[in-house]
């Protein structure tokens, strides 16, 4: 049974069609409204701007609620409570402005059914199987981005190698992904003294495809980010 209510709960989150968040501490009321919600690995996550009172909210890891209503299909109106705690686990770019990935970090599942003619119904759903999806969804998107990253990002491999190696980037031929998963990558590249490998771990574990994707830029921007700086320092 617990099984069918959360896979109810996780097909509500994935088709909302509303939700709220409340965040406490924070001014928003429980009507503020949450756009881009989507479920990574049965993690809430969203997009919103850098400087918002969510994004600086989820940087502190304030506690919040967020209300999801359905339907999700079927006889029964589902509404879905999950509370935990906002995570900040990384930006990027949308249409020339930078976001924030926010998610929350899950502690308790609530969901309410109801059918016509009857009361509703509120029942608890065990985060574990709300949260537990396919075991093998993040090695498979792991393959995916690595495959990705050595056909589209070669020149950001090969100069993180060098930055790393200590050694101009002309000095490597080429560089790529020969492993990749929660806990960091691993690299070959090709060197002066042929062929070398090389393993980047990630500061926390990924628990998500997102959270992946944005350690992995992480690491490989970092490097360039620190040399932009020292250049407009004069370092």
């Known amino acids: 049974m617990n099984g069918q209510l959360a896979r109810l709960a996780r097909d509500t989150v994935e088709g909302a069609g509303r939700a709220t968040l409340a965040i406490h501490g924070c001014p928003l009321g429980p009507d503020s409204p949450v756009t881009g919600l989507y479920t990574d690995n ?3 996550l969203f997009w919103c701007d850098l400087g918002s009172s969510v994004a600086v909210a989820a940087a502190e890891n304030r506690t919040a609620v967020l209300t999801v209503c359905g339907p999700a299909g079927g006889p029964e109106t589902a509404t879905v409570l999950l509370a935990g705690s906002l995570e900040l686990i990384g930006h990027s770019w949308v249409h020339g402005r930078q976001v924030g990935a926010v998610a929350l970090a899950l502690e308790q599942v609530l ?3 109801c059918a016509p003619g009857r009361p509703a119904i509120t029942r608890p759903v065990p985060v574990s199987e709300y949260a537990g999806a396919d075991p093998g969804a993040l090695a498979a998107r792991a393959e995916l981005l690595a495959g990705h990253t050595n056909a589209a990002h070669g020149r950001e491999l090969r100069r993180f190698v060098a930055e790393q ?5 002309s000095h490597v031929a080429a560089a790529w992904l020969a492993g990749l998963d929660a806990g960091g990558a691993r690299l070959e590249w090709v060197g002066p003294d042929g062929t070398q490998m090389m393993t980047a771990s990630f500061p926390r574990p990924a628990r998500t495809g997102t959270e992946l994707a944005l350690l992995l830029r992480g690491q490989l921007t970092a490097g360039q980010a ?3 700086r020292e250049k407009g320092t004069g370092q």
């Open 111 to 113: 969901i309410e059914t």
């Open 226 to 228: 620190r040399a932009e």
């Open 42 to 44: 049965g993690w809430p």
């Open 165 to 169: 190696a200590g050694i101009p980037a």
